[in-house]
């Protein structure tokens, strides 16, 4: 009898990778454990008090005590979990609640709540575009977006990170009359820089494409509303589906996708990856309802984010770091390292000094890049991005970056 492959041999060289990274004697960036967290900006993580700046925590909402109390009343009211999905005995009134609150934040008619947003791009995109339908997306597209469109039947068509030219030669070559998606990001997430809406969805519409948009890193924070890029841009009528999450700015967990289409209502009996999963607990969709409709009212802490944005973008700058762009875009700031080896020492330096960062490595970065991801928070204090810079010069010059 022929003895079958290993199927794990396909994962050798990451294996080997990350072996090669511990055997040098750095703590697993892959495996840190926050035993205690103290509040938005502030955790125990492997024993030591650790200013956190890689959390997506982007507004702070995840110690407000009305999201908080909003959670215990829904556990003492309606208990831990549905145990169904959506269409069988899964909608509860918070759920419907929840969807209430993101028509109102995005002032759109149609919302569907999601248990994750790797879900809701998963279970939109798949269901959408179909056979003999096209996809056009950016090369540089979240993970979710890309296994939305293998889940579906459609075709699929990556153009240029950010290029408008190649997604209007990408649409120029599609026969007419097909149905044609674009999905595009407000923020991408790796280097944190923002995508020229404006310009890509009037190409788009040029060529008779529905248009998806995912800010998941902008809702929340960025445009006047908070309603991400497409809203700071001027062209949020003119999106056919907004999706977004819940575990960044919204600071719980879970996905949604909110839209104008006058048919959305029938996604809740066709989309297979709402259809076919437990809807999210009472108590997570009641802290995210109330989370919601505090954040249409979130606009000192959009312009103190700002501020923190501006500052630490800036002061490693000036440090001589190599940033991921060159005026800060988002909440997100990436300094890119000069290779994963490098990238990992930097890393458990800066995790010495008490700062928590992502650690960033190919396949899930563009153009092969190992990052340091830092990822702002509302609640950081002036203070404390002053001394997150301190670590960064500290840790840097250690390990000979700068």
């Keep these: 009898m022929s003895e079958s492959r290993d199927l794990f041999s396909k994962f050798d060289d990451i294996i080997q990778t990350r072996e090669n990274l511990l055997a040098s004697g750095v703590e697993d960036p892959f495996s840190l454990v926050m035993e205690k967290v103290l509040s938005p900006t502030r955790a125990i993580c492997n024993g030591r008090d650790t200013i956190l700046l890689g959390t997506y925590n982007y507004m702070g909402m995840t110690f407000d005590p009305d999201v908080i109390e909003a959670g215990k009343q829904a556990l003492d009211n309606f208990g831990s979990g549905t145990t169904g999905s959506r269409v069988l005995n899964g909608t509860y ?4 609640e929840c969807e209430e609150a993101l028509k109102e934040f995005y002032a759109m008619d149609h919302a569907m709540v999601f248990s994750t947003g790797y879900q809701a791009n998963l279970g939109i995109i798949s269901t959408i575009a179909g056979k003999e339908d096209y996809i056009v997306l950016d090369i540089d597209s979240h993970a979710s977006i890309w296994d939305g469109c293998s889940l579906g039947n459609a075709q699929i068509v990556p153009f240029k990170h950010n290029d408008i030219e190649a997604l209007e030669k990408r649409l120029r070559r599609i026969p007419e009359g097909a149905g044609k998606l674009v999905v595009l990001e407000g923020v991408y997430s790796m280097l944190g820089d923002i995508a020229p809406l404006k310009e890509m969805i009037a190409v788009s519409k040029k060529y008779g494409a529905m248009v998806l948009v995912d800010e998941a890193h902008s809702m929340g924070f960025i445009g006047e509303h908070g309603r991400g890029v497409a809203e700071a841009q001027g062209v949020l009528d003119d999106v056919d589906f907004v999706i977004g999450t819940f575990s960044k700015s919204v600071g719980t967990v879970g996905g949604f996708c909110v839209s104008n289409h006058p048919k959305f209502e029938i996604m809740r009996l066709v989309c297979r990856p ?12 009641a802290t995210a309802a109330t989370s919601i409709r505090k954040l249409m009212h979130g606009s000192n802490k959009r312009a103190h984010l700002w501020e923190n944005s501006k500052r630490l973008h800036s002061g490693l ?15 997100i700031v990436a300094v ?6 490098k990238g990992a020492a930097m890393w ?35 203070e404390e991005v ?3 810079l301190g670590m960064f010069e500290r840790a840097g010059k250690a390990v000979g970056i700068i």
Excluded: W
């Excluded at 009134?93 to 419907?96: A, E, P």
């Excluded at 709402?274 to 969709?285: H, I, K, N």
């Design 348 to 382: 458990e330096a800066l995790l010495k000094e008490g700062l928590y960062v992502n650690l960033a490595r190919p396949p899930a970065t563009p153009a092969n890049m190992t990052l340091l991801r830092c990822s702002l928070c509302a609640e950081h204090s002036s």
């Design 93 to 96: 009134q918070g759920h419907k």
């Design 317 to 331: 700058t000036d440090m001589g770091f190599t940033l991921g762009t060159e005026e800060p875009q988002s909440a």
């Design 274 to 285: 709402y259809v076919f999963t437990a809807s999210l607990p009472p108590s997570v969709v």
């Design 336 to 341: 890119i390292m000069p290779d994963l080896e």
């Design 386 to 388: 002053e001394t997150i």
